[in-house]
């Protein structure tokens, strides 16, 4: 059974630092992860990707100030996230896509396996 569970969430004020960890346990597919995030009344929106190769994509509204990585030997996804903003406030949830040949874009139909979400909160 695959579970992803992400944490590392808080508050902050603008311009400070999150790192967001996702552990995937019995996730063994060397495939495409992502981080996307979900504001009050708003759709949830894909914030970064990583394939299998380790290239990765991100929203323009956050290119320069967030990183997506990933460590396979820890089955375990991060978001590094600086110069935060407050629009960039929202439950943030890490996801994995089941089969290594998925696009790896950031729509969530592209992805099957989701965390539990992370709240971040930026304070102006």
């Known amino acids: 059974q695959v579970q992803l569970a992400d944490t590392g969430g808080g508050s902050v004020q603008a311009g400070g630092s999150l790192r967001l960890s996702c552990v995937a346990s019995g996730y063994t597919y060397r495939a495409c992860m992502a981080w996307f995030r979900q504001a009050p009344g708003k759709e949830r929106e894909g914030v970064a990707t990583i394939d299998k190769d380790y290239s990765t994509r991100y929203a323009d509204s956050v290119k320069g100030r967030f990183t997506i990585s990933r460590d396979n030997a820890k089955n375990t996804l991060y978001l590094e996230m600086n110069n935060l903003k407050p629009e960039d406030s929202g439950m943030y949830y890490c996801?994995?896509?089941?089969?290594?040949?998925?696009?790896?874009?950031?729509?969530?139909?592209?992805?099957?396996?989701w965390g539990q979400g992370t709240q971040v909160t930026v304070s102006s």
């Open positions: 996801a994995g896509a089941s089969h290594p040949d998925v696009y790896c874009y950031p729509i969530t139909a592209n992805f099957h396996y």
